[in-house]
């Protein structure tokens, strides 16, 4: 074979898409604000280990995926740092890196005037 003949397919990784924003959950009766990242364009199969997701050094407090395993939203009690790669995992192994650009002053932010007087904010980056 020459090298002429290889044929170099398409990487699907390209295809996932990242949205970023803060959003409010209930924790324990009491109202959480999150970094949300809403992973899209890829399979997230369900597996018994926990999912996770890390941007730099930060690990998503939990990550939820979709029913048909056709997202995955990544939740963070801190404010992620910029980074030009994320990974997805399980456990403590990480499955697939994405090149998506995660900067931090581009998420979108909740009014916090506008949140219950009781809610929990994103703790400080350690």
Same mark, same amino acid.
């Given at each position: 074979?020459?090298?002429?003949?290889?044929?170099?397919?398409?990487?699907?990784?390209?295809?996932?898409?990242?949205?970023?924003?803060?959003?409010?959950?209930?924790?324990?009766?009491?109202?959480?604000?999150?970094?949300?990242?809403?992973?899209?364009?890829?399979?997230?199969?369900?597996?018994?280990?926990?999912?996770?997701?890390?941007?730099?050094?930060?690990?998503?407090?939990?990550?939820?995926?979709?029913?048909?395993?056709? =997202?995955? *939203?990544?939740?963070?009690? !801190?404010? %992620?740092?910029?980074? +030009? #790669?994320?990974s997805f $995992?399980?456990?403590?192994?990480? =499955?697939? *890196?994405?090149?998506?650009? !995660?900067? %931090?002053?581009?998420? +979108? #932010?909740?009014?916090? $005037?506008?949140?219950?007087?009781?809610?929990? *904010?994103?703790?400080?980056?350690?």
């Open positions: 074979m020459k090298f002429e003949d290889i044929v170099r397919l398409p990487d699907p990784r390209r295809s996932v898409k990242a949205e970023v924003r803060e959003v409010v959950r209930d924790v324990q009766e009491r109202p959480h604000v999150f970094v949300r990242v809403r992973l899209t364009g890829w399979h997230f199969p369900q597996r018994a280990p926990e999912p996770f997701l890390t941007i730099g050094r930060a690990v998503s407090a939990f990550v939820l995926i979709g029913r048909e395993g056709t =997202s995955a *939203d990544a939740y963070f009690d !801190i404010r %992620p740092p910029a980074a +030009e #790669r994320v $995992g399980y456990g403590k192994v990480v =499955s697939w *890196d994405f090149d998506l650009a !995660i900067e %931090p002053g581009r998420i +979108e #932010r909740l009014d916090r $005037g506008q949140l219950p007087r009781n809610y929990v *904010d994103l703790r400080e980056a350690t």
